[in-house]
DNA sequence: TAAAAATACTCCATAGGTATTTTAT
DNA sequence: ATAAAATACCTATGGAGTATTTTTA
């Protein structure tokens, strides 16, 4: 019969799809992980991962024991949570994924108030695209999501915090620069400079575009990351979209932002898996986090 | 960190509530098992089970910890499974519960059918009440359950096989006995004999008996199976309602049995788990079903 | 006092370590 | 030629056994 720690080497190696390193990951020698990949192998009847010396594969069969052996690890680990709570009720342990185009806007002030809310609640927080998020909360790799909601997915249960508006962005010499509220018109003066795919708020900016009427740069122009339009746009190759929680940044890296007069949002939310226990400490996270909220990111809902 | 072997010892001990029982159902002696079960307390710092020597049971934390360990050990299972069906990949384990009005008069041809159609399916089956059933989808202890449907709980599936109508039925000496159908008018003159609490029948039987205005036999008669139930009406105290699967046998141990005029059936089916994986086996096992059903349980859709 | 769990002890299977070899690019 | 996984071999932890004692209803 199979036992948790096979389990935990065999997802090791299909996380690091390298033997040593899943090892050192795993806190045992290479061999030792070898010798029970092989026996877990052996038991199942059948190759779970493709070894040459330079590439590490997870066969389908490995892809299907992986998933399961993902959740039955989470669980060992939730039983050993029961117990840590037990011993210090108010400790947490919270793995949360953040999109790329909130995160860095995000955390500065979210964590050290949450911080001091719930001093014993440790966060570890992972940053990467809303698709590659809900691929690792299935995965029992997160056990929440900061990002743009609604997010269709069967068995994820869901929580808006607030809407965050959309703001128009140029450098201080632009001819749009001026304080105020930008109109419909002026915006089709500009040229957008829009974020790489992958990112959900590209196509939100992509819809306001189109329905606005205004031009978006050619593909010369790929920003990887809010920051980099940020800095593109200072040297005055273009304008942009921020989202509400930016502007402060923006502002300060020396950008004239204006709200929109044809107002545009994002909501944003936390999700999780339906069947994760703590959906009540990610409630209490959600609470301080919109009572910290900054004034450019409007407070809409908390529902 | 916990590992299976010693929570597959503590669901033992939860489930027995004996560690000798435990034990030999773990194939392990009784001091392998304590000592274990100890070790797991000192992991997680905290009495899992009390025990005297007359009575085992489980703590709150225990009970916390065995519902999460019941998952992880299914999940291993579950991987035991995968390897199981590559190996053949015809061979299926499935643990289904019946209800209690269903069960004898379905098992008898299902059985057989199901066998002749999938050989390598292994059915084990386990009769209940729907309560019980429920109680032990959720425990992941069943695959799943053959009961009265809608049964409203959150994260499950099912899958709706037939309508089975209610039937009169009386001994052949009753005024009431006769052929055809019987009319809403003659029932009244009927003194129903009902099942005890728990089965989901009992409820059925007395909103018909409501609706019609029929009599109900006094607290005299607790009749705890439709067997029993079957017995009394023959031996002449009164009435009764019988689903159509029972009909057959009914009229074999000498009843008279009528359908009912005004119409009034059970809808039964399939439920399980939404996170089980073995959907298209059940949906396999309920076409078998419903292409091997009796005339007196009529087929209305299968949906 | 008798049933049941805990303790004492012994044993050996195996998880894990180090050193080395094989393999494939 | 070299990085990486597999093999060989050794050690020691701890899971599991039998025999016995302790506990408590």
Redesign the interface.
């Known amino acids: 019969?199979?036992?948790?720690?096979e389990?935990r080497y065999l997802v090791a190696v299909a996380d690091h799809r390298h033997f040593g390193k899943a090892a050192s990951a795993c806190c045992v020698s290479q061999p030792t992980l070898s010798m029970q990949l092989k026996k877990l192998e052996d038991?199942?009847?059948?190759q779970l991962v493709e070894r040459t010396n330079k590439a590490v594969h997870v066969t389908p069969?490995g892809e299907?024991?992986v998933a399961?052996?993902r959740?039955?690890l989470a669980?060992?680990e939730?039983?050993?949570d029961?117990?840590r709570r037990?011993?210090d009720p108010d400790v947490r342990n919270i793995e949360i994924g953040v999109i790329p185009t909130l995160c860095p806007y995000l955390l500065p002030w979210a964590i050290p108030a949450i911080r001091a809310a719930y001093p014993k609640f440790k966060l570890t927080v992972y940053e990467d695209f809303t698709a590659n998020l809900i691929a690792r909360l299935d995965a029992y790799q997160l056990d929440a999501a900061i990002l743009s909601v609604p997010v269709p997915h069967r068995?994820f249960e869901s929580l808006t915090m607030f809407e965050e508006p959309f703001w128009f962005a140029c450098n201080q010499g632009h001819p749009l620069a001026a304080p105020g509220p930008i109109a419909g018109v002026e915006l089709r003066q500009a040229e957008m400079l829009v974020l790489t795919e992958g990112h959900c708020m590209r196509d939100q900016m992509l819809t306001i575009c189109d329905a606005s009427q205004v031009q978006v740069a050619g593909g010369d122009f790929r920003a990887t990351s809010l920051e980099t339009i940020v800095q593109m746009v200072k040297a005055g190759m273009g304008c942009t979209l921020l989202p509400g929680l930016a502007v402060r940044h923006a502002r300060e890296s020396g950008l004239c932002v204006r709200a929109l007069e044809a107002k545009a949002a994002r909501r944003v939310g936390f999700v999780w898996r339906?069947?994760y226990l703590g959906a009540d400490d990610i409630a209490k996270l959600a609470d301080v986090i919109v009572a910290h909220l900054p004034e450019t990111a409007q407070i809409r809902s908390l529902a």
């Open positions: 019969m199979v036992n948790l720690q389990l038991i199942l009847g059948g069969l299907m024991v399961r052996a959740q039955a669980e060992a939730a039983i050993m029961i117990a037990r011993a068995g339906g069947s």
